[in-house]
């Protein structure tokens, strides 16, 4: 063995809530191979082996330092087979064939622009693929009957798919912060997502609203979405109630993974215009029209009941890797269910009023919002 290479990991946990993973990493090259044959996976609709892809690269994210031959990667966990060739292979040849063959195929290219179309999953941008549509274009132009939410996609296509930076953000956040304010002093406003874990850009904003008065938060979507609508500041937005039932015992156990919080997935028109009012991200967007000084950016709302708080913030900060391992581990090791709305320990209820508590429940070392970037 060459000398000097081997990682002087003494051992890596499994689960990636056990480890900390931070933004900034040493392995981006091999990370980012495997990402691409994640989506591939998940874009095929098999989440297993997408899953198995995300492990991988979430490990390697994990390390303390860069990866240059696969001895160093022995006794390492999360790495299956199909992860080590394709790593093997960016470690000799620089790249995969496969990742090569995925970035350049027809339906790869394909299945990533029609399901960057907001309002388009996996199963739609498939069906449309085989009838030969590979482009919003080619979409407009085929007279298929879009829905509202896919019609607002294709109409904001490109600026939807400009990654939201920090200060788009933090304008967002003071005009939600305002809507928040005007209809419901008191209440409270956080940043989850991915902007809470540090990073500079998203794909969407997203925060989580509550009110330290169980109760009060309750019918309190409709009233901010009224106020932005009033207002000006949304192009879209469709809200979904709060169908969670609640008991003596606490909140009801998760039927499935699927948050039940009052939501609102919008459309914002945010100002860019650096003589606007309170805002100034000072960026041009460039349309068909010419320029002009605002841009469409995807921002998601959540209220929860401040019982909940705690579980709302942990399980959307993310990442989503993070939180299905989370919950995997909470399964596995210890016997619990977790979901955004509470934690169990069989039949009990277990109260937390802060992310420290959640992961002291579930006998984990505490992870910060910035290492959770699995
Ligand atoms: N989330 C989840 N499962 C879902 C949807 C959301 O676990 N089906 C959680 C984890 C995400 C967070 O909510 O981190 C926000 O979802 P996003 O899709 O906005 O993801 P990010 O904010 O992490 O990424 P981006 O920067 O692309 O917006
Ligand atoms: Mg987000």
Not at 93 to 99: A, P, R, W, Y
Not at 258 to 280: A, H, P, V
Not at 307 to 324: I, N
Request: with cysteine; glycine share 8%; proline share 5%.
């Amino acid at each position: 063995e060459k000398p000097g290479l081997e990682l002087t990991v003494v051992s890596v946990p499994s689960y990636a809530c056990q480890r900390h993973t931070p933004l900034l990493h040493h392995n981006t090259i091999l990370t980012d191979a495997l990402s691409i044959l994640a989506e591939n996976a998940e874009l095929s609709e098999n989440e297993g082996r997408g899953v198995a892809f995300r492990r991988a690269a979430a490990l390697l994210k994990s390390l303390p330092q860069e990866v240059r031959g696969a001895e160093q990667l022995r006794g390492l966990p999360c790495l299956g087979e199909h992860s080590l060739r394709v790593i093997k292979e960016v470690l000799e040849d620089g790249v995969s064939h496969e990742v090569e063959t995925t970035t350049h195929s027809e339906q790869f290219k394909a299945m990533k622009a029609l399901t960057g179309i907001f309002g388009v999953g996996a199963k739609t941008a498939d069906r449309w693929f085989r009838e030969g549509i590979h482009t919003p274009s080619n979409l407009q132009r085929s007279g298929h009957t879009l829905n509202r939410a896919q019609r607002a996609g294709v109409c904001y296509y490109d600026e939807l798919n400009l990654p939201v930076t920090k200060p788009e953000a933090v304008a967002i956040g003071q005009i939600v912060e305002r809507a928040v304010h005007a209809v419901l002093p008191g209440a409270e406003m956080t940043l989850i997502g991915g902007f809470r874990r540090g990073k500079q850009t998203g794909h969407d904003v997203d925060f989580l609203i509550t009110h330290p008065d169980e109760g009060r938060e309750e019918g309190l979507m409709p009233k901010v979405v009224s106020w932005l609508e009033a207002q000006g500041f949304l192009l879209y937005q469709k809200t979904t109630g709060n169908s969670y039932l609640e008991s003596k015992e606490g909140p009801a156990r998760p039927a499935s993974n699927m948050d039940r919080f009052e939501r609102c997935f919008s459309i914002f028109r945010l100002s860019t215009d650096n003589e606007g009012r309170e805002i100034q991200t000072g960026r041009e967007i460039q349309t068909g029209e010419g320029p002009r000084s605002w841009r469409a950016v995807r921002v998601d709302l959540v209220v929860s009941p401040y019982s909940q708080f705690a579980f709302a913030l942990l399980g959307w900060t993310g990442s989503k890797l993070f939180e299905r391992e989370l919950r995997r581990w909470a399964i596995h090791e210890k016997a619990m269910t977790l979901s955004s709305h509470a934690l169990y320990d069989r039949k009990r209820y277990l109260r937390a009023s802060s992310e420290e508590e959640i992961f002291a429940h579930l006998g984990l070392e505490y992870i910060p919002p910035c290492d959770r970037n699995a």
